[in-house]
């Protein structure tokens, strides 16, 4: 009874608010709404549709996110679910929440800071290494632990660190 009466209430925000305890698997620290990547949530009667863009064709966490956010849904009592992948447009950095990027420094990983689309730019661009703060950092590889960064090493500390490469 009480999860009809919760059924009867729902918005689309407090669908969005089950969101934000969804996290991002490869990036424990990230909700999928500092990530950016929810794109839409509809609903209709007792359907729900969740429109999600993955940060990168191929990336293997989406699938892993789709299952967290049909099990989020079915624990709230929701059984008519549907979960759309919506390339288009494709996800960007920009999407993410200035509290995902602050989240992702304090991990320490570097959040994007402008646009680095090739390995000549990569090498250009100053990243300010998560641990120490400074700009005297260099690219190791245009692929870092994921597809999504790159990994850079700095060096006044010496340390490596990735950096989450914007697009």
């Known amino acids: 009874?009480?999860?009809?009466?919760?059924?009867?209430?729902?918005?689309?925000?407090?669908?969005?608010?089950?969101?934000?305890?969804?996290?991002d698997p490869e990036i424990?620290?990230?909700?999928?709404?500092?990530l950016g990547i929810i794109r839409d949530?509809?609903?209709?009667?007792d359907n729900i549709e969740v429109f999600i863009t993955p940060t990168y064709s191929g990336c293997p966490a989406m699938d892993v996110i789709s299952l967290n956010i049909r099990?989020?849904?079915?624990?709230?009592?929701?059984?008519n679910i549907k979960i759309t992948q919506q390339l288009s447009p494709a996800?960007?950095?920009?999407?993410?929440?200035?509290?995902?990027?602050?989240?992702?420094?304090a991990y320490g990983i570097a959040p994007p800071v402008e646009k680095s689309f090739d390995q000549k730019y990569?090498?250009?661009?100053?990243v300010e290494c998560p641990l120490c703060h400074s700009k005297n950092t260099k690219v190791?590889?245009?692929?870092?632990?994921?597809?999504?960064?790159?990994?850079?090493?700095?060096?006044?500390?010496?340390?490596?660190f990735d950096y989450f490469k914007c697009h």
């Open 71 to 79: 099990m989020s849904l079915l624990q709230n009592g929701f059984t």
């Open 91 to 105: 996800w960007t950095t920009d999407w993410m929440t200035p509290q995902g990027k602050e989240k992702l420094k």
């Open 140 to 160: 190791i590889s245009q692929f870092g632990s994921t597809a999504c960064k790159a990994l850079y090493q700095c060096n006044d500390c010496l340390e490596p």
């Open 41 to 45: 949530v509809q609903i209709d009667n």
């Open 28 to 34: 424990p620290v990230l909700s999928i709404i500092d």
């Open 122 to 126: 990569l090498e250009e661009l100053k």
């Open 1 to 23: 009874m009480i999860m009809e009466k919760l059924k009867e209430n729902i918005t689309t925000d407090s669908i969005w608010n089950l969101m934000e305890d969804i996290y």
